[in-house]
């Protein structure tokens, strides 16, 4: 080829090269935004495959989110802290801990726990990622709305036709008494509804609402009446927290979301009647349940005596006593010690202090997007206060989101120069 042939090829070549590169990462951006889409969507699902081990199909699509986005995870320093180190620092300790009191580790603490713990950080980032504008935030929040009020739905006609004309749906809720939807434990599915029934229900009393309109009113009852049909006094506990945080913040928003209550309790006793919405309510009382979280506190405080600074080890009650305890904080004090119950307590917070930061410096309109984190996080936490639920992938979401916040608040409050963001 003569010498004017390839200089005429070279820059054909560079632009195909160029071209094709170009169009590769549109496919890899478009490819890892509709894999976070599903991994949102299938939250509310799990599949029991022991009694130790529940698998969730989010996990795989996390899974195709990492390879072919694992080179193309960013770290904001903003939405990441010490705590996460030393929460991972705080796990693999106690590991060596149990290590050298049972060296036959046993999968509940190397698969559920441990290798969990990483699928959780893993989500974290890959959501932390993705979250750069507010707009991919809602986006995200939408979606989980939308997929948990599907699935509150449906749960909610199986247990409908349960109760009124006995027809048993075996593959779906808890025992036909409970709504628990695909997510197996009901205290956990209340805790999902929880986190999607107080996003939805401040950001649509907003200026800017996720989801509009009749829809949304339709979404709020439907989520609402699910929350009582859990029966989940600690889901209940966890709203009532987040309502009570309202009250001081957004008055305006507090009354509607006890108006919303008050019409989801009255449709289920016109659905249900009287004699039906009675049983319900015997059901949720349990003082069985009660006795047996009083059994669990008294087990765990001779382990904590014995072991106050780091903890008796991943998996020390569990191994003891063939059992988990029921309450998050407690668990942490009593497999991890003072050190542990620590570390966790600061994680925690931390959370909220990004959040209120990103509150004040949030736009406006925005604020009550920021709002809707925080509540739904302290909803998280008081349901810990009932059920383990430290390894909730919806509680990981709302903290990833509630992260990327501050990022993005602050972000929105540079100086545009000339119509360009000043990076200063």
Known sequence: MSATNTLAAGPLSL????????HQRVWNTTLLRYSLLAYIFFLPVQFTVSDTLRVAPSDLLLVIFLFFGLTRIRFDRSAWSVFQVALLGVFILGTIRTAFDNPDLKNYVVLNKDLGLLVLFASYAMINTVARKWNDIRWMLRHLVIAVVLQTAIASAALFATQLSGISFSWINYGGTRLSGFLVDPNAFGGLVDVALLIHAITYFSKRPLIRGLFGAFCMV????????????SAWIGF????LVLVFIRPRFAVHISILGALAALLLLVVLGGTKTQSLIVIAERPNTVQARVDQAAEALPLFVNN???GAGLGGFGDRFGWIIHDTALWMLTDFGLLGFSVYLCFCLWFFAQGWRAY?????IERPLVLALICAHLAMLGLSVGIEAFYQRHWWVVMALLASTLPVARQSRRPRVGGLVWQG
């Open 15 to 22: 632009g195909r090269v160029r071209s094709t590169r170009a």
């Open 222 to 233: 439907v989520l609402g009446a699910g929350l009582l049909l859990t029966l989940s006094r």
């Open 240 to 243: 009532l927290a987040a309502c």
């Open 308 to 310: 106050p600074i780091l």
């Open 360 to 364: 004040k410096l949030a736009p406006s």
